[in-house]
């Protein structure tokens, strides 16, 4: 099979496509035929060995894929092979085919193609989890959202939007806004010319926002935080700025905040009914017509231009690398 290998840890540009031997399934475990692998910016800090959890050299890529079942490991019953399957694993994806534990898939949502559904579950479960299972996010609620045209982004402003949620949507540059824009976002920010918190004020009628959900990091967080209104929550998911931000206490203090953070696999873990109720509720959603913001479609050899993309900030909602002619 081809597949995306990494021998050193570094930047994208270290990324070969090899061919390997077919992998096999062991006990508990399902062998997926890819069709199509979404990339992600954790993928980026995979590659550079700076994510919470190391992969071990040599590695394949790449953490979130759509697929059909080809084989079965022992043990397994079900689902059956040529099953359409979305799955997510730590690394592995960016190949043609990929083990993982069958207890780790779960049915492509009625509705979807294999490049979108590549491009769900991570994102939009995230999304969802952030704003109602951690943020506590009610309809009619202001909702600020940092990095809104990336994929967490993007996800964030159409789950938020759908569930009647009234977004902030804050991005560098208008034509970033103009995306979240059209997901539902009622108004957008240039945080990378406008004050981020007097507009939080601003837009929200000076008292700011309920909720902010922050995939970036940096010095915007600081920033969201302090337009937050007194009681508000704050979600941090993620750094794709690069800098984990140092958030001075006293500000937690003075404003009655709560501040959580999320972690998708955590909650996988900890909290499986709440897991199972986010699933129900996106593919609800998506069958009243949501599909996620995919601006980019690759062919696996295209993936180390692919991911420095992603690590460099080019890309807009998900990314998808298809490995067939389908």
């Not at 979108?116 to 579950?121: G, K, N, P, R, V």
Request: glycine content about 12%.
């Amino acid at each position: 099979m081809k597949a995306a290998r990494l021998t050193q840890y570094g930047p994208p540009s270290g990324i070969s496509v090899v061919d390997l031997d077919d992998p096999e399934p062991g006990p508990g475990e399902v062998l997926v035929r890819v069709h199509a692998a979404a990339v992600n910016y954790p993928d980026v800090l995979i590659a550079a060995n700076q994510y919470q959890v190391s992969a071990p050299l040599p590695f394949t890529p790449g953490s979130e894929f759509a697929g059909v079942i080809a084989a079965l490991g022992p043990g397994v019953s079900g689902p059956p092979v040529g099953s359409p399957v979305a799955g997510a694993v730590l690394s592995g994806a960016f190949a043609e085919k990929v083990v993982l534990p069958a207890t780790a898939l779960r049915p492509v949502p009625e509705g979807l193609d294999m490049v979108h559904a590549a491009a769900f579950h991570v994102t939009y479960a995230t999304a969802y989890h952030a704003l109602v299972t951690i943020g506590r996010g009610e309809p009619g609620e202001w909702v600020t959202v940092l990095g809104a045209a990336g994929g967490v982004g993007t996800a964030t402003v159409d789950v938020a939007t759908r569930l009647g949620m009234r977004v902030l949507a804050a991005a560098s540059g208008h034509d970033r806004l103009a995306i979240a824009r059209k997901l539902g976002a009622e108004a957008g920010i240039d945080y990378a010319g406008e004050d981020l918190k007097s507009r939080m004020r601003e837009l929200t009628g000076g008292e700011g926002a309920h909720l902010v959900i922050d995939p970036v990091g940096g010095s915007y967080s600081e920033a969201a935080l302090r337009g937050l209104r007194r009681g508000g929550r704050f979600v941090t998911v993620g750094y794709a700025d690069g800098e984990i931000p140092r958030i001075p206490l006293n500000l937690v203090l003075l404003k009655d905040a709560v501040v959580r953070g999320f972690e998708i696999r955590m909650l996988r873990q900890y909290a499986r009914d709440a897991v199972a109720e986010g699933d129900r509720v996106l593919a609800e959603l998506v069958r009243e017509g949501m599909r996620p913001f995919v601006s980019r479609v690759h062919p696996l050899a295209d993936i180390a231009t692919v991911l420095t993309d992603v690590a460099e900030r080019r890309v807009t909602g998900k990314v998808v690398l298809s490995m067939t002619d389908e």
